[in-house]
């Protein structure tokens, strides 16, 4: 094999270990998710994920988050 492919079988891989199970019963269940991780990462030769390149477009897991008018005075503390 080649370094880019032996690259994504490796990550690939790793997805599967972080997100599956040690007794190993859902991985049909985490197949779509890795899947979507797969799809929805950037590249590196073009800088553009396999979604975008093919639909136009990106999908996202996390809604749109708002931006406040005024920092929570808890977090104002931190800053």
Request: without cysteine; positive net charge.
């Amino acid at each position: 094999m080649d370094g880019p492919m032996e690259r994504a079988n490796r990550s690939i891989g790793q997805m599967f270990w972080a997100l599956i199970k040690p007794d190993q019963r859902n991985w049909v269940e985490k197949s779509p998710l890795i899947e979507f991780m797969i799809n929805t990462s950037i590249g590196n030769a073009m800088g553009l994920a396999l979604f975008k390149i093919n639909y136009g477009y990106m999908l996202t897991m996390m809604k749109e988050m708002r931006v406040m008018e005024r920092t929570p005075q808890g977090v104002k503390m931190f800053t």
